[in-house]
Nanobody, 128 residues
Framework: QLQLVESGGGLVQPGGSLRLSCTASGFPLESYTIGWFRQAPGKEREGVSCISARGGLMTRSADSVKGRFSISRDNAKNTIYLQMSSLSPEDTDIYYC????????????????????WGQGTQVTVSS
């Protein structure tokens, strides 16, 4: 069964940091581009960051998180990480990881239409 499980969310103060994890089962994570997305109630799901398959040589981030969020992968652990720093209340959302439908892609994009396997999400709340 294809599955992605996010973890690491929680409550953090403005200016703080969190590291989210996305662990895969049922397929080799290294063979797929993985993306992180976020969504607030009543809003569209937006792309945050992505990392290409295999060595993860290509990453891409939304303008709103550039310089603050970084994505990485540990294929041995079948896990993708999203390191978030300098968090603000505007970063409060449910964060989802997703697997792209294309196998062994050397590129990545943060349009949600590129992804077809989604996790259940983890809540991130930034508040004092």
């Amino acid at each position: 069964q294809l599955q992605l499980v996010e973890s690491g969310g929680g409550l953090v103060q403005p200016g703080g940091s969190l590291r989210l994890s996305c662990t895969a089962s049922g397929f080799p994570l290294e063979s797929y581009t993985i993306g992180w997305f976020r969504q607030a109630p009543g809003k569209e799901r937006e792309g945050v960051s992505c990392i290409s398959a295999r060595g993860g040589l290509m990453t891409r981030s939304a303008d709103s998180v550039k310089g603050r969020f970084s994505i990485s992968r540990d294929n041995a652990k079948n896990t993708i990480y999203l390191q978030m720093s300098s968090l603000s209340p505007e970063d409060t959302d449910i964060y989802y990881c997703a697997r792209a439908w294309r196998l062994n892609a050397a590129t990545c994009g943060i349009a949600k239409e590129r992804y077809n396997v989604w996790g259940q999400g983890t809540q991130v709340t930034v508040s004092s």
